[in-house]
């Protein structure tokens, strides 16, 4: 072993011999001061000083040391030099650290939850791991000093969030509600109130009987517990893993639900605000509801009690309340006789009673059932089996008929305890309430009579119908028609949850409104109703497969023409965009049917023909049109005010202008149009003046072969209409396919009519009342036909002129020509040579017109009729009867409504003549009153040509009835002979032609 020691090693040598007594010892001589070390080893080799040895010295300065050298050297070096040793940790104390870990982890487990185990066990793990940090980099440095400074602030944030985290939590235990036992069980009942303050009905006042815990059965606690709350019998009334999940799907935006345990929600149910689930108010709702359940709930209650609490105080249809009282309501039995099959429903109705209401939905019930089976599945309380046995069984044959419930204002109640639920997520059964309602008692009172068949005797007992009647002005709820045969309370509401095509009630909105607002139509805009098809290619008809050709806007929606419509909405698409056309429809509450992520309203939604909108959501839209273009909301509920604690919540209106108030009168007035006079007609109501749309949706063929419907067979019928204050929307039609029970376009007209009218008696109040032209709106006086509008000339004959709406400086300017008189040509000439007569005049200037009227040119007339139409200044024709009077006129070819005034010409005959006149028949006759055969008229003749009808054609015949009754008063107005009078007549013929006069008299007696 070779061995060299450096300076350093001999400086920490020395120092550490001064310090070591058992290495270099001081040797004191008795009488002297001197001190001596002690003599060195001469076993130990000196060696030389550096510094005075020679250079070979210094090589040879290192050398083998023997074996008893090295172990000299190594003990004086381990003498010499301390080194501190880490003391090891005796085995038996690891064992019971470790021991003390476990145990207090699995308290931890049971008892906090393993959530807040684990995050306790990763501090613990994070606190070794900064201590043997620490130790790694020392007690100096750098990277020690950096690391001080990161520690600093990382403890300084966790004490400022555990003082965050503790002040919040002392806020939670101060501003909580006092626990009182008694609201466990004892709730006041919740009062609905209608417009005018009077007491509609109480809530909560219910039917209830209580079970206890040991009347349940097992299978309808297992199924409670997979599907609400799966740990409920392991936690203390908060489950911190399903907190966490919750929390961070909150966060993470795919839904923050399921937090609540059983626990949670009695305390919530009982305690707590139950709307106040977003923002801060949700946080400090969620944390008083888990400080109650902990420390208050479960402390006092065993799980069994929590247990008959959740159970007993849940509502599920009207006033019945109580899993006992729900389970005779559903299956006419005591929950305690409940199978698998009926208590997974019923387990599986808590979380939404109404959404999953078998009756109502029963689609709906039958999946949550499965979601219950799925879970008791997955925790281990049945079988694969045993949960395809129960699925196997229709929830409709489950259900008994006792849910056939109903009460005054019923269709009302339904429709203000959605909004409860939907807006405010109150539940008035759970929670005591005062609700103020917008309901109208004297019109809901007169739409329940109709829908119960009190004062109108429907179709027949299977078809269905709904209505819903709105303040235009407000979108307060007046009336609600929910449908016929409703069995029950919280039965399928048809006027806000059923949707349905809306036929052409959709023209107004997805295609004429958007023209107006973005285009600047007018109610006089011209279509051409004519052959036409879809953009894909695909023909499209009226209903009733005729054209009208060019008519104005007023005409296409007053006759609910389908190829103007279509026509109207192609024009939006590609002059304004798909995406402003989906942008108004959704502004007044309609939803297109569009795929997920997209906006695209495609062509059919032009005929109303998608997925559909409620009765509500219609009066809603059709709202708008009547209040100058201001979408509200429709809403039943104005104010919820808390019984227990006096809060109250007022309803917050969203007006919205979502059109100019002349887009919504003129789309009012074209409404207006088509009640007087065009197919909307079944909408008039006497004294009311009522702007409405009808519309009828039609099956497929597929539809109509599979179910053996007839061809003209109508799915759905519409009336959506408005006064100056109330708007009436009507939806008729059948919930079920079925061949026996189907409308046809005849029925559909008719029953819907009678639907509308009697609806109309009861909800419009007859004031009179009439709309108003905004001043951003003007009426003008238009030329029919015109495209584009102009103005009518002085010319324009009355019945020519239409007056229509157009927005204020948008209106024509320009007047028509059609029917302002062309120039009458001059310098007519006529002869007649060889047999042929030749015309000519001055020709006139040529005047322009619409394509339509062809070319402009002269009308050639003989005795007034015509001979032709040229565009020369000439005309020629062959004949042997060329004497008569011809006339001349400025005219187009097409058109000839504006020709000009005739310029005429007489040919007359330069030779000598000789004409004669004689009657047709004799100059007397005797006959009986009824039984007179006179022959009348005269003959002329120019030698032996007869010239009676040139003659006649040129004025040269007048005819005279004279008439004599019995008293010899004559009377000689007459204009034709009348065998029905007795008495005398006399018939003058009066001849004046080229010099040549004479009259000629038939006189009649008649007895």
Not at 9 to 35: A, D, L
Not at 596 to 609: F, I, K, M, N, R
């Amino acid at each position: 072993m070779e061995v060299q020691m450096n300076q350093n090693y001999k400086k920490n040598y020395k120092k550490s011999s001064n310090q070591n007594n058992e290495e270099k010892k001081k040797v004191t001589v008795k009488g002297s001061s001197k001190s001596y070390m002690k003599k060195p080893d001469p076993n130990v080799i000196k060696k030389k000083d550096p510094k005075s040895a020679t250079s070979t010295e210094k090589e040879t300065s290192r050398y083998k040391a023997t074996k008893e050298e090295v172990d000299q050297i190594r003990e004086r070096v381990t003498h010499t030099v301390p080194v501190k040793r880490k003391k090891k940790m005796n085995p038996k104390d690891v064992q019971i650290l470790l021991g003390l870990f476990v145990i207090a982890a699995i308290v931890s487990w049971f008892t906090l939850g393993p959530v807040v185990t684990i995050i306790l066990a990763l501090g613990i793990l994070l606190i070794i791991g900064i201590a043997a940090l620490l130790k790694k980099f020392g007690k100096k440095g750098k990277r020690r000093t950096v690391l001080n400074v990161v520690l600093i602030v990382f403890l300084s944030f966790c004490i400022l969030g555990a003082l965050a985290v503790g002040g919040f939590m002392l806020y939670i235990v101060n501003t909580a509600p006092e626990f009182d036992p008694n609201a466990l069980k004892n709730q006041q009942s919740s009062i609905l109130y209608d417009r005018d303050g009077n007491e509609m009905t109480k809530l909560g006042a219910e039917v209830r009987e209580d079970v206890t815990y040991d009347r349940l059965p097992q299978v309808f606690v297992d199924a409670l517990i997979a599907i609400e709350d799966s740990r409920f019998f392991q936690h203390n009334g908060f489950d911190a893993a399903r907190f966490l999940v919750a929390s961070l799907k909150q966060v993470t935006g795919q839904g923050g639900g399921g937090a609540s345990t059983l626990s949670m929600q009695v305390v919530k149910n009982t305690y707590t605000d139950a709307t106040a689930t977003t923002g801060i108010q949700g946080i400090i709702r969620k944390f008083t509801d888990i400080y109650l359940a902990v420390f208050k709930l479960e402390k006092n209650y065993s799980k069994e009690q929590i247990i008959e609490f959740y159970v007993n105080s849940q509502c599920f249809n009207g006033t019945v309340c109580g899993v006992e009282q729900a389970s005779q309501m559903y299956f006419d039995k005591s929950v305690s006789d409940l199978n698998l099959a009926e208590a997974s429903l019923l387990a599986g109705m808590f979380q939404a009673p109404s959404s999953y209401n078998p009756y109502n939905n029963p689609d709906r019930a039958s999946e949550r059932r499965d979601d219950v089976l799925d879970m008791m599945i997955r925790h281990g309380y049945i079988t694969e089996s045993e949960a395809d046995a129960a699925r196997m069984i229709p929830v409709s044959s489950l259900l008994s008929d006792n849910g056939a419930q109903t009460m005054k204002n019923q269709a009302f109640i339904d429709t203000v305890l959605e909004e409860l639920e939907d807006k405010y997520n109150i539940n008035p059964y759970n929670v005591s309430v005062e609700v103020y309602t917008t309901m109208d008692q004297a019109k809901q009172d007169g739409v329940d009579d109709i829908f119960n068949g009190t004062t109108f005797t429907w179709e027949n007992e299977v078809v269905q119908g709904a209505a819903a009647a709105i303040d235009i002005h407000t979108g307060e709820i007046l009336a609600i028609g929910a449908g016929r045969n409703r069995s029950g309370i919280r039965y399928l509401n048809y006027a806000t949850q059923v949707f349905n095509q809306i036929g052409s009630t959709a023209k107004p909105i997805f295609d004429y409104a958007p023209g107006m607002e973005y285009l600047n139509w007018s109610t006089y805009t011209q279509f051409v109703d004519e052959p036409w098809s879809y953009s894909s290619g695909q023909a499209i008809n009226n209903s009733d497969r005729k054209f009208m050709g060019q008519i104005s806007l007023r005409t296409a929606l007053a006759q609910s023409r389908n190829i103007p419509a279509l026509k109207a909405f192609q024009t939006l698409n590609q002059e304004i965009g798909n995406q402003k056309i989906y942008d108004f429809v959704t502004s007044l509450g309609i939803t297109p049917e569009t795929t997920s992520g997209d906006t695209y309203v495609h062509e059919a939604h032009s005929l109303g023909a998608f997925n559909g909108a409620s009765v509500l959501q219609m009066a809603g839209a059709y709202a708008a049109f009547g209040n100058g273009g201001y979408y509200n909301e429709p809403y039943s509920v104005r104010k919820v005010v808390y019984r227990d604690t006096g809060e109250v919540i007022e309803h917050e209106s969203t007006r919205n202008q979502v059109m100019s108030d002349s887009t919504a009168f003129m789309i009012t007035d074209c409404l207006r149009s088509a009640v007087t006079e065009g197919i909307s007609s079944g909408a008039n109501i006497s004294g009311v003046n009522v702007a409405a749309k009808t519309g009828t949706s039609n099956f497929d063929a597929a539809t109509k072969e599979h179910y053996n419907l007839p061809s003209n067979a109508v799915k759905d019928a519409w009336i959506v209409g408005y006064d100056p204050d109330i708007a009436l929307a009507m939806w008729y039609g059948y919930e079920v396919i079925d061949s026996q029970y189907v409308s046809t376009n005849a029925s559909a007209v008719k029953w819907r009519t009678r639907l509308y009218q009697a609806l109309g008696n009861v909800v419009y109040d007859r004031t009179g009342k009439d709309f108003t032209a905004p001043s951003s709106v003007v009426r003008v006086g238009i030329e029919a036909g015109s495209n584009p509008a102009q103005l009518p000339s002085e010319n324009t004959p009355a019945d020519q002129i239409v007056y229509e709406y157009f927005k204020a400086g948008t209106e024509p300017t320009e007047t028509s020509t059609r029917y302002v008189k062309l120039p009458t040509p001059t310098g007519l000439k006529v002869t007649y040579e060889d047999g042929k007569v030749t015309i000519s005049w001055n020709r006139t200037a040529t005047q322009t017109g619409n394509e339509s009227y062809g070319s402009y040119g002269y009308r050639v007339y003989y005795n007034n009729t015509e001979l032709g139409f040229t565009t020369d200044n000439t005309y020629s024709f062959e004949t042997s009867e060329p004497y008569g009077t011809y006339s001349v006129v400025s005219s187009f070819e097409n058109y000839t409504a504006n020709q000009s005034s005739a310029t005429s010409y007489t040919l007359e005959d330069e030779t000598e003549e000789n004409i004669t006149s004689s009657l047709k028949g004799r100059s007397s006759y005797t006959c009986s009153v009824g039984s007179c055969n006179v022959t009348e008229g005269v003959t002329i003749l120019d030698g032996t040509r007869d010239i009676t009808s040139t003659v006649a054609a040129q004025g040269g015949i007048t005819t005279q009835y004279i008439y004599i009754d019995s008293t010899g008063t004559q009377d000689t107005t007459k204009t034709a002979f009348d065998d029905s009078l007795a008495g005398s007549w006399v018939i003058k013929y009066i001849i004046n032609y080229h010099g040549y006069t004479r009259t000629h008299d038939i006189t009649i007696e008649v007895r």
